[in-house]
């Protein structure tokens, strides 16, 4: 499974953007995809995960304001981003979930201005 990311860039708080993670390769049985995020000097954090019957859960400080979904047809996972945050800044990883095994994303960097 390969995964990659688009949609980071550079916004001011109270913006929004959407993220886009494409999948490829031997897709079929993904079981969970999630987007976990890196702000500089953190641990990597699980910030939206959506299960195959479309099951979402979402970290505190990110719920109400982001929403995961995916399009199967398309191969797809997406973070629209609502009322971004300058906490929000970080590199964000797609992540997928199949049979035993987790794929990752490059990332892709999303900074919020204040």
């Known amino acids: 499974v390969q995964l990659q990311a688009s949609g980071g860039g550079l916004v001011q708080a109270g913006g929004s953007l959407r993220l886009s993670c494409a999948a490829s390769?031997?897709?079929?049985?993904?079981?969970?995809m999630a987007w976990y995020r890196q702000a500089p000097g953190k641990q990597r954090e699980l910030v939206a995960r959506?299960?195959?019957?479309?099951?979402?859960s979402y970290v505190d400080s990110v719920q109400g304001r982001f929403t995961i979904s995916r399009d199967n047809a398309k191969k797809t996972l997406y973070l629209q981003m609502n009322a971004l945050k300058p906490e929000d800044t970080a590199v964000y990883y797609c992540y997928a979930e199949r049979m035993e095994n987790a794929y990752w994303g490059q990332g892709t960097q999303v900074t919020v201005s204040s």
């Open positions: 959506i299960t195959s019957d479309r099951r979402t």
């Open positions: 390769g031997s897709i079929f049985s993904i079981n969970a």
